[in-house]
């Protein structure tokens, strides 16, 4: 038990510093990805609900590519392929070649991933919002960026929530993904602190307890934010 | 005044001379092969109410949608407060408004109230009524909340300025939606069935409010069912037969001595 304790302490020879520092940058590539996979998301449903064919056309290929994938195959093509396609084109411009950080990488291709479900998550809300509010709006003269921020977004949250929640969960757990491109992240972290001390379980035990309490937390807060969204809505229990 | 094509101008006109706030000339309505409109005039001079009864499927509700461009009418005119909506042909051969800030600027002029009320549900009810005011008006927020606490208590909601309207009664709902309407200080109203999704015994309030607006000179066009109501407050009264106005007149003529055949039936039917 004394080991045990003396394996996760934060501080050398500990490695539960190490954990940490792999959690911090799991929970920044999840962030950020869920952050960009927002943005394609609401373009992408916008998209898809309101653009010409050609837009529609587009963004059925991408929603259907990117979820009938496996990610981890996604995750190679984009950081390696894509990586080298960025240098390529800047060498062809004749600009230096760049080292792409382990972390912008990291986002950008989980949140490409998290970009096509997203999309998907707030067409349905969208869909959900009574037409009839939408129509107010428009009739009052609002603009369509007005009518974007002032009702469809507030309007559509409730209907997201779950949906949303699922895919920053989803967000936390594929940043273990990109240990397979060699990025520090929690899982990474783990297996070094376990090959160098041989505590296998140990080490992955705390991992799963780390990975664990992330999503408890962050239950706890997409509970307060489907509260303050449902806010307008009366609650289930009274209408059984 | 409505005209039916090229009919002559009605004495109706001659009558008046404030105004005209809407205008609608020979507007045609098509949902693919369907004909909804097909050469509808209507005129509303300031301080007019103008009703428009018909059956259902007769177009009153399009014809009414067609003023705001919710529906875009496939041609025809409309002008409101003197200014025509500017239309075009888009890429797929539909008319859509040409300019859509002139669209929007006409629609932030008309108070326009739903069979279904359609509040905002994430806002409570003083905030649906600020809302235009604040985000399309520019009008400052505090100014904007003593002028909607004004007006919820107008039509008796005050104490409900916080609550979301989930929480309220249809006719509840409806009255805060006129007052919504009133808030952006309209040239028109726009009541698109106001009281059609009411339970009977709701009604009443909701007609109470309107009927107070219709007495104190408010301008506005009314689509409705309730034909005892129409003859109470309006000006004019038009009636609509499978997308053209079969008749129109003053409430005494349409309801007292109808001419067509059509419009005698309608009203023995629905009364």
């Given amino acids: ?240 | 005044m409505i005209a039916q094509g090229t009919a002559p101008a009605l004495k109706y006109t001659a009558q008046n001379d404030a105004a005209e706030a809407i205008h609608v000339e020979n507007l045609h309505k098509r949902f693919g092969e369907l004909h909804v409109l097909k050469g509808v005039s209507l005129s509303a001079r300031d301080g007019e109410v103008i009703a428009i009864i018909g059956g259902s499927g007769s177009g009153k509700s399009t014809l009414l949608r067609c003023i705001n461009c919710l529906e875009n009418p496939t041609s025809g005119i409309v002008r409101v407060n003197g200014e025509e909506i500017r239309m075009k042909a888009d890429s797929h051969g539909h008319t859509v408004p040409a300019d859509r800030k002139q669209i929007e600027r006409i629609r932030s002029k008309l108070g326009m109230v739903f069979q279904n009320f359609n509040l905002w549900s994430h806002m409570t009810l003083i905030e649906n009524v600020i809302e235009v005011p604040v985000h399309v008006l520019g009008v400052k927020r505090d100014v904007a909340i003593a002028e909607a606490e004004k007006l919820l208590a107008r039509v008796g909601l005050a104490e409900k300025r916080d609550v979301y309207p989930a929480y309220l009664s249809g006719g509840q709902q409806q009255r805060a939606a006129i007052a919504r309407a009133l808030a952006i200080n309209p040239r028109v109203m726009l009541f698109d069935e106001p009281t059609s999704a009411l339970d009977p015994e709701l009604i009443g309030e909701v007609l109470k409010v309107i009927g107070d607006l219709a007495r104190e000179g408010r301008t506005m066009v009314l689509v409705t069912h309730e034909m005892k109501f129409a003859r109470e407050v309006a000006t004019h009264v038009v009636y609509l037969y499978n997308g053209l106005v079969e008749e129109e007149g003053p409430p005494e003529q349409i309801f007292g001595a109808p001419k067509s055949e059509r419009l005698k039936q309608f009203i023995r039917n629905i009364g």
């Fill in chain 1, 1 to 240: 038990m004394a080991r045990i304790i003396e394996l996760l302490s934060p501080t050398p020879p500990g490695w539960g510093g190490t954990l940490l520092v792999g959690l911090l940058h799991s929970v920044e590539i999840a962030a950020g990805a869920f952050g960009l996979g927002l943005v394609i998301g609401i373009c992408g449903a916008y998209g898809k609900l309101y653009g010409g064919p050609v837009v529609r056309d587009l963004l059925a290929v991408y929603t259907t590519i990117v979820r009938a994938v496996p990610e981890l195959v996604l995750i190679l093509l984009l950081y390696y392929a894509g990586t080298d396609l960025i240098n390529q084109l800047l060498t062809a411009m004749g600009y230096q070649r760049i080292d792409i950080s382990g972390l912008v990488a990291g986002i950008a291709v989980l949140g490409f991933v998290q970009g096509a479900y997203s999309t998907e998550v707030m067409r349905g809300a969208i869909l959900a919002i009574p037409q009839g509010q939408i129509e107010a709006a428009r009739a009052y003269g609002m603009s369509p960026g007005l009518l974007l921020r002032r009702i469809t977004l507030p309007a559509m949250l409730p209907f997201a929530i779950p949906g949303l929640a699922n895919l920053w969960l989803i967000a936390t757990k594929d940043t273990a993904l990109l240990a397979v491109v060699g990025f520090f992240e929690l899982t990474l972290a783990t297996r070094q602190a376990a090959g160098v001390t041989k505590a296998y379980l140990t080490f992955f035990l705390a991992a799963g307890v780390i990975y664990l309490l992330l999503t408890l937390v962050s239950n706890l807060i997409i509970g307060r934010i489907e509260l303050r969204a449902r806010r307008g809505m009366p609650s289930l229990k009274e209408a059984r």
